[in-house]
């Protein structure tokens, strides 16, 4: 007697308990796929929300006074090409998003109404791209050459069309196209000008200086700030490194809450299907007790009559797992549509874990039959048969 021609006859003879226990696979299959891709989903949505608070590590050379920092007074310069010396290391891997910046008081901006002011301005570099790292999207503050962002308080006092204009240190009066007049709420860019770093060097006459860098620090073993400031002091023992705690925290407590939330849900739902599973199973178990009976008497081993129960578990956990992964990948791109701003284009399914699923989900499946299984061994046969 072949064992799969048996189970596959038991399967269509057995239609609603067969197809109760195929649905409940399916179901566990998609609910599983459904909250796992949306929680991948879920975490590049956290992430570019996130990355919307801002970079949260600074650079700035040793000794500089962090009150005149904080306060944009200026500070100690250092060579803009630090941040090529980093980005070519092989071992600086602790900090991303390397954006060099020189920051400093303007004061005596003389806006279109001859009203004079003390401004912030600032240069941003592009952001240096990490050669040995995988490559991320972009988070620098990103300003065309020969053009400015202004802040808010400026906005009012430039009418809409005219050119931001500004006194160089040469003297010469410098005009820039304004790209972009920034909402309130950017800090210090609310009173000032942010320019692309080549040109506020050539305004200012300082080319090849910055004095900060902004960066963003990775989730590491040894700790955040520690280990960013022992690989940035590797390398240029005369800078200094800081955190921005506020972000930095922020970002971690909702990463951790996402890997929380996630370890706790997807087993669960598992849990619960295999013994919704196991006891179909030992339903279906006990509704075959003559079938059983009949082949022990026959002279089945019971190694055969777990086998049978198993094979029909597999066989079942891998067609319910190969439904529901595209069930849950439909449902995850559906809904993730209505859920997620930033990345509903990018949900797509996670092929990959299609085969993880043709894997797992034939295998809990023989798991949640296996007591069932052992249950129809112990059925006896002479007693099963003289109740006929």
Same mark, same amino acid.
Not at 88 to 105: C, N, P, Y
Not at 163 to 177: H, L, R, W
Not at 302 to 331: D, E, P, R, T
């Given at each position: ?157 430039? +009418? ?31 009173? @000032? ?29 040894? @700790? ?12 240029? +023992? ?84 190969? =439904?529901?992964?595209?069930? @849950? ?49 112990? =059925? ?9």
């Amino acid at each position: 007697m072949n064992p799969l021609k048996l189970v596959l006859k038991e399967l269509f003879y057995r239609k609603v308990s067969s197809l109760i226990i195929f649905v409940t696979v399916i179901a566990a299959s998609t609910v599983f796929v459904a909250i796992y891709t949306l929680s991948k989903a879920s975490e590049n949505e956290t992430r570019k929300i996130m990355r919307e608070q801002g970079l949260n590590l600074y650079i700035f050379p040793k000794g500089t006074n962090l009150i005149d920092f904080y306060a944009v007074n200026n500070t100690p310069t250092f060579p803009e090409n630090y941040i090529d010396t980093l980005s070519e290391s092989k071992t600086f891997d602790a900090v991303r998003h390397l954006t060099g910046i020189l920051q400093l008081k303007y004061p005596n901006w003389i806006d279109p109404n001859g009203s004079r002011h003390q401004i912030v301005v600032m240069g941003y570099k592009d952001e240096a791209i990490q050669r040995y790292l995988r490559k991320q999207e972009l988070m620098g503050f990103d300003v065309p050459q020969g053009k400015v962002h202004i802040g808010a308080l400026l906005s009012m006092n430039i +009418p809409e069309g005219e050119k931001f204009k500004i006194t160089g240190n040469d003297g010469e009066q410098y005009e820039f196209e304004i790209a972009q007049r920034l909402e309130e709420g950017k800090g210090m860019l609310d009173q @000032g000008v942010a320019f692309h770093l080549d040109d506020l060097q050539k305004l200012l006459n300082m080319e090849g200086k910055i004095n900060k860098i902004e960066a963003l620090g990775c989730v590491c073993h040894d @700790g955040r700030i520690k280990n960013a400031r022992q690989q940035v002091q590797g390398i240029f +023992p005369d800078l200094e490194v800081t955190e921005v705690s506020s972000i930095a925290n922020a970002r971690e407590n909702q990463r951790q809450m996402m890997n929380k939330y996630g370890s706790f849900i997807i087993p669960f739902i598992l849990i619960v299907a295999m013994l919704i599973s196991a006891l179909l199973f030992y339903s279906n178990v006990n509704s075959r007790k003559n079938e059983i009976g009949i082949m022990k008497a026959m002279g089945k081993s019971k190694l055969f009559i777990v086998l049978i129960i198993l094979l029909k578990a597999f066989i079942i956990g891998l067609l319910g797992s190969f =439904i529901g992964f595209f069930a @849950g990948s439909f449902i995850a791109e559906y809904f993730g549509k209505e859920i997620f701003s930033f990345t509903a284009a990018s949900i797509k399914p996670l092929w990959w874990l299609l085969g993880s699923s043709l894997v797992i989900f034939p295998v809990l499946w023989m798991i949640s039959s296996w007591i069932p299984a052992l249950l129809a061994t112990r =059925i006896d046969a002479a007693k099963t048969l003289s109740q006929e």
